[in-house]
């Protein structure tokens, strides 16, 4: 059963200024070390437009949660590989609200990112 959704857009010019102001201490602010370090592997001409898409996850996963960004770490949101999942507290806090799968989407176009998060209890999948 659908228990939540949530989308967010987000420009890529925003994270283009962040990183040329703060450089990767930006993306270590919000993302964890793992995914931080995989971002930073890649293109760096497309950095601002995937740091925006892994923002925009961020206030999507918020939203589909219903407490936008506040009480609970964004850090723990991991996003690699295609998949979507919660660790530590924020694991402990989607248990608790009967959540049992998480799916994340994130495309980009335009300068701008998109991401939608659907998440899921019992009774939402065989």
Same mark, same amino acid.
């Given at each position: 059963?659908?228990? #939540?959704?949530? %989308?967010?857009?987000?420009?890529? +010019?925003?994270?283009?200024?962040? &990183?040329?102001?703060?450089g990767e /201490?930006? $993306?270590?602010?919000?993302?964890?070390?793992?995914?931080?370090?995989?971002?930073?592997? #890649?293109?760096? %001409?497309?950095?601002?437009?995937? +740091?925006?898409?892994?923002?925009? &996850?961020?206030?999507?996963?918020? /939203?589909? $949660?219903?407490?936008?960004?506040?009480?609970?770490?964004?850090?723990?949101?991991?996003?690699?590989?295609?998949?979507?999942?919660?660790?530590?507290?924020?694991?402990?806090?989607?248990?608790?609200?009967?959540?049992?799968?998480?799916?994340?989407?994130?495309?980009?176009?335009?300068?701008?990112?998109?991401?939608?998060?659907?998440i899921e209890?019992?009774?939402?999948?065989?």
């Amino acid at each position: 059963m659908i228990l #939540g959704l949530g %989308t967010d857009i987000c420009p890529a +010019a925003r994270w283009a200024h962040l &990183l040329e102001r703060f450089g990767e /201490k930006s $993306l270590r602010r919000v993302l964890c070390a793992e995914e931080a370090d995989y971002l930073l592997a #890649g293109n760096r %001409t497309r950095l601002p437009e995937r +740091a925006a898409g892994r923002w925009a &996850l961020r206030e999507a996963f918020g /939203k589909a $949660l219903g407490v936008g960004l506040d009480g609970w770490s964004w850090k723990e949101l991991r996003f690699l590989d295609g998949r979507l999942w919660a660790e530590g507290e924020l694991a402990a806090m989607v248990q608790d609200r009967g959540i049992d799968r998480i799916h994340g989407s994130v495309t980009h176009d335009g300068g701008t990112a998109f991401a939608v998060v659907i998440i899921e209890g019992p009774g939402g999948h065989d």
